[in-house]
């Protein structure tokens, strides 16, 4: 199967690399153990693979959904520069959601008190990642450190933060109408608090028209 890389972020051990099949599914390039890549793979964004691969022994549950084990892989080249991610998205079919982030991930996000998106066990999505054009301009707004993005529609007072988490040198603005990718994280819960396991909502990258 032919796999476009749509993205690379990074995780505490290895680099999460996405990808897009042929007929436009999601997948989560995983080693043939079942492993992220390390920090040296060679997968980049807009390459073209020939993979063969396998379902993980021990599949994640949902809505993490895409993880597959690359058992051979080839490289066939790269996108060519005048097709857009929108593009080959739009001609395999795949759903780019629009407009407010509420609508992403079949409207079944919740948020916390500062405006970050999460699910939990109530209410999952199918997918662990998708595709979005925002209906405003997304804003650099790091806190503590950490790189972070801020949608305001004028719904909340401070608007909606989101952890960046692409290998991508962040910017300080990307643009109403940028193509996005939104990923949601694994499930984790605080161990010196009482709340539930929660899949927190991230941003990994965006494309150039």
């Not at 997918?127 to 790091?142: K, Q, Y």
């Not at 909340?156 to 949601?184: A, F, H, K």
């Amino acid at each position: 199967m032919d796999v476009l890389v749509v993205s690379k972020t990074k995780m505490q051990h290895g680099i999460c690399v996405g990808g897009v099949t042929a007929n436009g599914n999601f997948v989560r390039l995983l080693d043939e153990n079942g492993y992220h890549p390390d920090d040296s793979t060679n997968y980049e964004i807009r390459q073209v693979w020939e993979i063969t691969y396998r379902n993980p022994n021990n599949p994640r549950s949902l809505p993490h959904s895409e993880d597959v084990c690359v058992i051979s892989k080839r490289l066939k080249g790269i996108l060519d520069e005048d097709i857009t991610m929108i593009d080959f998205l739009n001609r395999r079919n795949v759903n780019i959601y629009q407009g407010s982030i509420s609508n992403l991930f079949e409207s079944k996000l919740q948020y916390t008190q500062n405006g970050a998106g999460f699910i939990n066990r109530d209410d999952i999505p199918q997918n662990s990642v998708c595709f979005w054009i925002a209906d405003r301009d997304i804003n650099r707004s790091d806190y503590n450190g950490k790189i972070r993005y801020n949608y305001n529609d004028g719904s909340r007072r401070w608007g909606y933060n989101i952890s960046y988490v692409g290998l991508s040198e962040p910017i300080d603005n990307i643009p109403q109408g940028t193509l996005i990718r939104m990923s949601l994280a694994h499930w984790w819960s605080p161990d010196d608090s009482d709340v539930e396991e929660r899949c927190y909502l991230q941003l990994s990258g965006w494309y150039q028209t």
